[in-house]
């Protein structure tokens, strides 16, 4: 029986803890069960010979489709190759593909000089307040929908692990907003934020951001599992929770020395489920 032909076109994107692998699918005269995935966090010809000998152990996935999202990789970063090798109906195999390499972006978490920090970048909500599952004690604590939290070590025990929305009929159907003031020796020349999410809602949403009563992000939001109310650690295997990551530069005029007021107001949809928020400085 005559082997399928392998993929070709193998693509590599990384972005932070993630990589995507993707490539060229098999004309529709092939009739593909599945593609097999194998990958090793090494680069050059070493790890290409070990990845053609197609050792069980280096397989990482099987997908139906031509693409896979090798999630979880490092803030640190990460550098995989990777080839493919495509199972037809009749179980044969193909010869392996190609090798690509790519590597995972690096967290400005890693990159940065931390200037206040709240969490741990870590996939988890369970050191925030409330965490993993008591949502219900939010509405009552925060009547007004406004959380302050002046930073301190103790920050995240006075975090709330969600941020309501306008969706969430359970808080009151309100646009939740937190202030987090945070204390600066001097104007950052480059400053940054980390903002990482453990899960978001089927309703998506909007968050909006502005340091100092001066607008100066909005980020949609995707559409997550919907469970990060009730659980709390996307890492466990088989977790329902989606993780996002936002990293993003801000401009320096709109800090100063002093107290900075950081605010954070779910516009629109539901609920989002803080992992950590970081401010750092970069390298010039």
Do not use: C
């Not at 690509?100 to 920090?117: D, E, Q, R």
């Not at 309501?164 to 400053?191: E, F, I, Q």
């Amino acid at each position: 029986m005559a082997r399928p032909d392998p993929v070709t076109g193998l693509k590599i994107i990384g972005k932070l803890r993630t990589i995507t692998v993707g490539w060229q699918p098999l004309p529709w005269s092939t009739v593909v069960d599945h593609y097999r995935v194998y990958g090793i966090q090494a680069e050059g010809r070493a790890a290409e010979r070990k990845l053609r000998g197609l050792p069980d152990e280096l397989l990482l996935a099987k997908s139906v489709y031509p693409r896979w999202e090798h999630r979880g990789r490092s803030a640190a970063g990460e550098t995989w190759t990777y080839l493919v090798v495509t199972v037809d109906a009749a179980g044969s195999r193909s010869r392996p593909s190609a090798v690509a390499t790519g590597s995972s972006t690096t967290s400005i978490s890693h990159s940065g000089t931390p200037l206040a920090v709240v969490g741990e970048f870590d996939g988890r909500t369970l050191e925030l307040r409330y965490a993993p599952s008591s949502y219900a004690s939010i509405p009552p604590a925060y009547p007004d929908a406004v959380i302050n939290v002046a930073h301190g070590p103790d920050a995240a025990e006075r975090w709330p692990y969600l941020l309501p929305g306008p969706g969430d009929a359970w808080a009151g159907r309100k646009s939740y907003t937190l202030h987090w003031t945070v204390d600066l020796a001097a104007v950052p020349t480059k400053p940054a934020l980390a903002l990482w999410l453990v899960d978001t809602t089927r309703l998506a949403g909007r968050l909006d951001l502005k340091i100092n009563d001066q607008p100066v992000e909005q980020l949609e939001l995707i559409i997550g599992g919907t469970q990060g109310s009730r659980q709390g650690d996307a890492n466990l295997p088989g977790s329902p929770l989606i993780p996002s990551y936002y990293e993003f530069e801000l401009p320096p005029t709109v800090f100063r020395t002093g107290s900075n007021k950081i605010t954070f107001t779910l516009a629109q949809g539901g609920w989002v489920a803080w992992d950590a928020v970081g401010l750092y400085q970069l390298d010039a």
